[in-house]
């Protein structure tokens, strides 16, 4: 079975800094690339961030480029994004969610249950 | 960045209504366009992708058309847990953008 358990939310001030973790198994992850996208609360989904399955491949939002970072364990099968910098408008519910190739088309097929990031002073 | 536009923001349906929502991307995104469903505390789960496959295990009375920049998603025959809210995602270009989801509720 397919698993994917983020960890790492919490309050944090603004201007801190947090690390998130995704603890993934059920699947080849080291094969997978991972995104992660995040939901203010009552608010849409918004995309964060990508990694390719070697990590060597890195893509960010607009509005977290330069303050977060995504990173990998393939050995660990762990996925990570690095939070500094942090804003109120970071608050969110962080998901981590695995990348999926099907008909030649990116999407999403599983997704963690979300870790809640909260700034505030 | 590629804008995705979804209408209507929010619908008001019964069981065994007809319901359509649409996608418009701000640029011709070819089938790269996901459909996803998300119920209130849950994380979102695939419904659709390359515009018109099918998750498997997803009910047949979902269907998903379009290409270039106008899609659809349809719902043949309202059923009680279909009551959610309703995201579009373009995997064409970095970055990724949702629409900014549609709200489907009880009438």
């Known amino acids: 079975e397919v698993q994917l358990v983020e960890s790492g939310g919490g309050l944090v001030q603004p201007g801190g800094s947090l690390r998130l973790s995704c603890a993934v198994s059920g699947f080849t992850f080291r094969s997978y ?3 992660w996208v ?3 609360p009552g608010k849409g989904l918004e995309w964060v961030s990508y990694i390719s399955s070697g990590g060597g ?3 960010y939002g607009d509005s977290v480029k330069g303050r977060f970072t995504i990173s990998r364990d393939n050995a660990k099968n762990a996925l990570f994004l690095q939070m500094n910098s942090l804003r109120a408008e970071d608050t969110a519910t962080y998901y981590c969610a695995r990348v999926a190739y099907g008909d030649y088309a990116e999407s999403l097929d599983y997704w963690g249950q979300g870790t809640l990031v909260t700034v505030s002073s | 960045d590629i804008q995705m536009t979804q209408s209507p923001s929010s619908l008001s349906a019964s069981v065994g209504d007809r319901v359509t929502i649409t996608c418009r991307a701000s640029q011709s995104i070819s089938n790269y366009l996901n459909w996803y469903q998300q119920k209130p ?10 515009a018109s496959t099918l998750q498997s295990g997803v009910p047949s009375r979902f269907s998903g058309s379009g290409s ?3 899609f659809t998603l349809t719902i043949s025959s309202l059923q ?3 009551f959610a809210t309703y995201y579009c995602q373009q ?3 970095m970055p990724r953008t949702f629409g900014q989801g549609t709200k489907l509720e009880i009438k």
Do not use: H, K
């Open chain 2, 41 to 50: 505390g849950r994380a979102p789960n695939r419904l659709i992708y390359a």
């Open chain 1, 33 to 35: 690339d991972m995104n």
């Open chain 1, 38 to 40: 995040r939901q203010a």
């Open chain 2, 80 to 82: 009680a847990e279909d």
């Open chain 1, 57 to 59: 491949t890195t893509y």
């Open chain 2, 91 to 93: 995997s064409y270009r």
């Open chain 2, 68 to 70: 270039g920049t106008d």
